[in-house]
Structures are given as structure tokens and as C-alpha cells.
């Protein structure tokens, strides 16, 4: 069997003999190059693995941080941390679910469905270890999140135990070689990336419950993306956010869904609105990666920059196997795709050093609510007609007008209000006088995520398929839309972790003595941070108007890309109108007084500004205290006086 495995696939079953995720991580002795063709060999793999995994988990293997942002207390899901000065990007998290250890295993396992980024995962082989733990071989497929690089893909052994205090453990890492994985045909589309040891511990309390703890170490092979892309791949906070927050946060969602503690309206099943946006989700990443082996070709491409048109004649639209909606699909699905910077210049070239920008959250908000800014209505209706009636007429033969009118109906979101699906009703009428009275209403299922500023997302995303007002529950999805990823820096991560460590030494600062400065370098307090927007949008076509629809799809994907443009330089705080959101209400002046005493005693007790780099005065020096990233603890002393009656 292990032959086999070696044979067909290339790869060699052994560990680095130096793993350098860190210099004091626990490292494999050199005696661990081990022949695939002896299964104890991959034991001592799994155990070193598992050694690995527990000193990052619970141990000082890895210099962690607090998450920046993430404040711990009682509304928070857990607690959150990345890795300083450790070779890879890794993160770590901590919290309390109510639910057994072994559901919150299978859930764990079951990748692909709590990471949207995974495309696939196989599990190739399995066995028994002699100790009573199970030993897998898997090939991990993820998207890429832009059309900019290439997708990753993994092989790794991972490993399923119990430890003799009862605590389950499921650790994995990669194994080392070449192989291409089930598909050799698809392998020129992925970059084999490493991952360090990983995995979850998941203790039973006696309460009830779990303690979780789970530790994401990736190696992601920045040196493959564009230099412009490279902190998506080079920071810890990225991976924690699309990872290890989402994989807590997800199994907190089950669980309170499970008790009952989450209810939605009648017929609102959480599973089919799981399972609705993760088609969502999933048909959206497949049209940004194109992969051949789902039938994708590319039909244009006239830079990295411009448009991409790729077309789809396998596509199948149906989320079952037997679906009662078949949508037969005459010659397939066309997909225009782009992905480009966001920053605001008054120039149209690209500048070396940017302004300061829209955040993707203001901006992905903007575009929910104001719709009729960007998209042209007889696009919508065009693929709305399609995929109701089958008819792939060519768009402006029924000509309709947009009553302005977007009615948002909620379905339902995650319990931290991160995600949001609901269903869009856009209004409209025939020009035709025959047909003036009657209506055509556009649906669009649509999902929304990170649109909340103060909450720590990865990214922003604007996701919409049109539906049939009937809404069945496998009804076909051709999901488009948009995703806005902030492109921080490296050393962003380095200033984050000196404000950390800063709040962390407020002890030894409030000591007395002489005031001192304990922070070397200033974080910007409004940082210079770009975004990638990547944007897809997807029309089914007949085999005889291909090119009217490529065409089509062009041009109104470089009119969105325009119209977003305009958006982003309006709404900055650097554009010709003030920025897009609620206003805010005018606070009182002791407020500002407040804040002005609570920054003055800062200063002058630890010798640093907390408001860097320089104090901000009126509105937003409220506002900025107020969004502070560390927790601020004020304490005011006042003499009573007590009046003592003679006896």
C-alpha cells in the first residue's frame, strides 16, 4: 500500500530534518528520514508532529502576540494571537464551545466546510496507529483570493489522538516531495505550499463543553506573487483572520445553533442558509480561479490588469446531483474578471506612494446600499430572464427601466453580525407602452461580509446570484460580485505587536519613578494600507451569441471597474465629498473634555502619547479614543470629607 502511495504520487513520507518554524520550536531529530514502505515510520512522524504541535498550542514554541483588535471579554468568541519572528505566518487561537470533543473534531476536519478558501480536500489513505489513533494522508487544494497568483495546494500527513489526560488532539503537517496530487492535468495551476505543524487540542470540561485551541502555521511561498501581493501571504493577521478566527467562530455558530440559542423565522433552516452561502461563496472563488480541471478556458486576456473573459461549457448550476430545478445550459457560462488596486490619486497612473484610502469596509457598504451607482439594470435582468426561463436572448432587446427602488430582506446572519445573507427585490418597468404596467422585479440572493469597520476581517465581500422568486432550495446560483482585501504591510504586523507589548508593560511603567518613553517606533495612527479589489461577474450564454455576450460582459465589467473607481476616490476621506456612513451625533463638550484629560495623564505619567502621532482636537479625538485598539482602563481618585459630630 505505502509503495503505492510513494509510486503513484511522487512523494517522499518524511519530515524535515530542521524545521525552522521558529528557534525554539521542538525539532525532529535527524534520525527521522523514514522509508514509505514502513508504517511505524510515519508513527514517529505523527508523534513528532504531535509534539510539534503541542508546544505551539500550550508551550513557548512560538513568540506569540496578542491579535491586534481583538479585545478579550465577555461578547468575545476567544482569545486570539499571532506569531513574532517566526519563520512562516502563524496564528493561534483559544475559546470555550459548547459542544462534545469529538463534534467539534469531525467539524474541525471537515475543512471545506468552514474555510471558504478551501477548494478541496481528499483524504487519499487512512490507518490505524498502534496506539489507538488514526493516521491520514491528504491533498489540500485553496483558492486564490484574486486573479493576480496562482492557487496552493498541500500534501500532509495528519494525526488523530488521545492524549492520556483525555484531551483529543488532531495535528497535522506536510510531508515533503512533488507529487501532483489526484489531477496531474491542474497541477500548473497550483504552487505547493508548506504547512508547519498545525492542528487542534480540544479539552472536555466538566461543565460541559470544550476548551479549543487551534494553531494555524503556514508556509505560502510569497516569492510566487506579484510584489505588490506578497503581505496577503506574508502576514499573520491574514491568516488568522480567513483561518483560525473562522474556525471558531464557526463551531460557536453550530453550537449555539444546536442549543437553540440562535432562532431564526419560520421556514429559515440554518443548515440550507449555511449551505446557501457557502454556494455562494464557492461559486464565486471557482469563477476568480478558472481551474481547467472544472471545464474553464480562457476566451481573452489582454493583461493582469484588463478583463479576463473565460467561459465554462461544463458548468452545472444545480446544487444536487437530482435537483428538481435542472437549468439546462445551452452553451454554458461566461465569467469577466479583474483584479486591481484601490487608491485614490488625482492622477490616473499608478503611484508609488498612495494616498490614504477608502477602507474596503466603507467601500463594500457603499456598494450594497447603493446599488443603481454601478450596476446597469438590463444586466441584472438579462441574467435574471436567463436562468428563469432559459432564454439567452441578447440584453437590450427588452429594454427596462430601474425605478430606483432596492428593498434589502434579511435572511439571516453569523452571531457576531460578520455575515449577512439576504435577499435584494429590485423594482422595474417595461418601457414598452403595452407592457408599462407590468412589473419586472429583479431577486438577487446576496451575501455581505466585513462591512462592520470596527470588527477584524480579512476582507470585504459583496456576493449576489440572481433567484426565482420562489426561492427553492436548490435553486441554481451564479454567483458574482466583488471582494476588497486590505494589502497591509509586514511591519504593520511588527507596529501592532509594539503596541501590544506596550499595553502589556503598563505595570512596570506605573511604577515609581521617572517618566520614560517606552515605545521606539510611532505607529501611524492612520496608516497608508491599499486594497486589491478583485471583481466576477458570470452570464449564461447560447452557443450562438457567445461573442455578443463576451462583448457585453467586457464592457460592462469596465464600466463597474469605472464606476467603482469614482466611488472610492468620493468616499475617501481624501475625495471631494465627506465620507460615506452614519453622521455621527454631536457628543458633549465634557466628553471631549474627558478625553482630553484621559490623553494629557497619559502622557504625562508613562511619557508616551496614546494617540499617536500627534493628539488629534475635537471630533476626532473623541472618535479616536473611543476606536482605540487596547483596552483603556481610566481611574479617577476624589477626597471624601467626613464630618465629625462632637460627643
Known amino acids: 500500500c505505502f509503495n503505492i502511495i510513494a509510486a503513484y504520487f511522487g512523494i517522499a513520507l518524511q519530515a524535515s530534518t530542521n524545521d525552522a518554524s521558529c528557534d525554539s520550536v521542538v525539532t525532529t531529530p535527524p534520525h527521522s528520514l523514514k522509508d514509505a514502505n514502513n508504517p511505524a515510520g510515519l508513527l514517529s512522524i505523527a508523534e513528532g508532529t504531535l509534539k510539534e504541535f503541542l508546544s505551539k498550542a500550550t508551550g513557548?514554541?512560538?513568540?506569540?502576540?496578542?491579535?491586534?483588535?481583538?479585545?478579550?471579554?465577555?461578547?468575545?468568541?476567544?482569545?486570539?494571537?499571532?506569531?513574532?519572528?517566526?519563520?512562516?505566518?502563524?496564528?493561534?487561537?483559544?475559546?470555550?464551545?459548547?459542544?462534545?470533543?469529538?463534534?467539534?473534531?469531525?467539524?474541525?476536519?471537515?475543512?471545506?466546510s468552514w474555510f471558504r478558501g478551501c477548494r478541496n480536500l481528499e483524504v487519499f489513505t487512512m490507518f490505524r496507529a498502534g496506539n489507538g489513533g488514526t493516521i491520514e494522508l491528504l491533498y489540500t487544494q485553496m483558492f486564490a483570493p484574486t486573479t493576480l497568483a496562482p492557487a496552493r495546494d498541500f500534501w500532509t500527513l495528519r494525526y488523530t489522538t488521545t492524549l492520556e489526560n483525555g484531551s483529543l488532539v488532531v495535528c497535522e503537517r506536510s510531508l515533503s516531495g512533488s507529487g501532483a496530487g489526484p489531477n496531474a492535468a491542474a497541477a500548473a495551476q497550483f504552487v505547493r505550499a508548506e504547512m508547519l505543524p498545525s492542528g487542534y487540542l480540544i479539552r472536555s470540561c466538566e461543565g460541559g463543553g470544550s476548551i479549543v485551541h487551534i494553531v494555524d502555521h503556514l508556509n505560502l511561498e510569497a516569492w510566487s506573487v506579484p510584489e505588490v501581493l506578497r503581505p496577503l501571504y506574508e502576514s499573520s493577521k491574514v491568516v488568522a483572520q480567513k483561518m483560525t478566527i473562522a474556525a471558531l467562530r464557526y463551531i460557536r455558530q453550530i453550537a449555539q445553533e444546536t442549543s437553540g440559542e440562535v432562532v431564526y423565522g419560520p421556514g429559515r433552516q440554518p443548515a440550507v442558509l449555511r449551505t446557501f452561502s457557502q454556494r455562494l461563496s464557492r461559486g464565486f472563488n471557482d469563477a476568480i480561479n478558472g481551474f481547467n480541471d472544472d471545464g474553464w478556458s480562457i476566451m481573452n486576456c489582454d493583461g493582469a490588469e484588463d478583463v479576463i473573459i473565460a467561459i465554462n461549457?461544463?458548468?452545472?448550476?444545480?446544487?444536487?446531483?437530482?435537483?428538481?430545478?435542472?437549468l439546462p445550459l445551452l452553451g454554458g457560462v461566461l465569467c469577466a474578471k479583474a483584479s486591481m488596486l484601490i487608491q485614490v490619486s488625482s492622477k490616473k497612473t499608478l503611484k508609488t506612494e498612495p494616498n490614504p484610502n477608502v477602507s474596503p469596509a466603507v467601500l463594500v457598504r457603499f456598494l450594497r446600499e447603493h446599488r443603481s451607482e454601478w450596476a446597469d439594470f438590463n444586466v441584472d435582468a438579462y441574467s435574471a430572464v436567463s436562468l428563469k426561463a432559459g432564454s439567452y436572448a441578447y440584453p437590450g432587446m427588452r429594454p427596462t427601466r430601474f425605478t430606483g427602488s432596492q428593498?434589502?430582506?434579511?435572511?439571516?446572519?453569523?452571531?457576531?453580525?460578520?455575515?449577512?445573507?439576504?435577499?435584494?427585490?429590485?423594482?422595474?418597468?417595461?418601457?414598452?407602452?403595452?407592457?408599462?404596467?407590468?412589473?419586472?422585479?429583479?431577486?438577487?440572493?446576496?451575501?455581505?461580509?466585513?462591512?462592520?469597520?470596527?470588527?477584524?476581517?480579512?476582507?470585504?465581500?459583496?456576493?449576489?446570484?440572481p433567484i426565482n422568486e420562489m426561492f427553492p432550495d436548490d435553486a441554481p446560483l451564479l454567483p458574482s460580485g466583488f471582494r476588497v482585501i486590505p494589502l497591509d504591510t509586514k511591519s504593520s504586523d511588527t507596529q501592532d505587536s509594539l503596541a501590544t507589548n506596550r499595553t502589556l508593560d503598563l505595570t512596570s511603567s506605573l511604577e515609581p519613578g521617572p517618566a520614560t518613553n517606552h515605545i521606539a517606533v510611532d505607529a501611524p495612527s492612520c496608516p497608508n494600507i491599499r486594497s486589491v479589489l478583485t471583481i466576477a461577474f458570470q452570464f449564461p450564454f447560447d452557443s450562438n451569441l457567445e461573442d455578443n455576450v463576451a462583448n457585453m460582459a467586457h464592457q460592462y465589467v469596465r464600466s463597474v471597474i469605472s464606476s467603482v473607481q469614482r466611488i472610492a476616490i468620493a468616499i475617501s476621506p481624501s475625495g471631494l465629498i465627506p465620507a460615506v456612513g452614519p453622521k455621527q451625533s454631536p457628543s458633549s463638550p465634557e466628553a471631549f473634555t474627558l478625553a482630553h484629560w484621559?490623553?494629557?495623564?497619559?502622557?504625562?505619567?508613562l511619557g508616551a502619547e496614546l494617540l499617536r502621532p500627534e493628539p488629534p482636537v475635537g471630533d476626532s479625538l473623541l472618535k479616536n479614543l473611543w476606536q482605540h485598539q487596547d483596552a483603556i482602563l481610566c481611574c479617577s481618585l476624589k477626597v471624601r470629607q467626613q464630618c465629625y459630630q462632637k460627643i
Open 598 to 605: 484621559i490623553c494629557r495623564s497619559y502622557s504625562y505619567h
Open 313 to 326: 461549457s461544463n458548468k452545472s448550476l444545480n446544487s444536487t446531483p437530482n435537483a428538481v430545478n435542472a
Open 60 to 112: 513557548t514554541a512560538v513568540d506569540w502576540v496578542q491579535m491586534p483588535g481583538m479585545k478579550p471579554g465577555p461578547d468575545s468568541v476567544g482569545i486570539f494571537a499571532i506569531s513574532q519572528s517566526c519563520s512562516g505566518v502563524a496564528a493561534r487561537a483559544c475559546g470555550l464551545v459548547s459542544l462534545e470533543p469529538t463534534k467539534i473534531a469531525e467539524i474541525l476536519k471537515d475543512r471545506p
Open 407 to 465: 428593498i434589502i430582506m434579511p435572511l439571516g446572519q453569523t452571531i457576531e453580525h460578520e455575515e449577512l445573507l439576504e435577499v435584494v427585490r429590485l423594482e422595474g418597468h417595461s418601457f414598452a407602452e403595452d407592457n408599462a404596467f407590468l412589473s419586472r422585479d429583479i431577486h438577487l440572493l446576496q451575501l455581505c461580509s466585513g462591512i462592520d469597520e470596527n470588527a477584524v476581517g480579512g476582507c470585504s465581500e459583496l456576493l449576489f446570484a
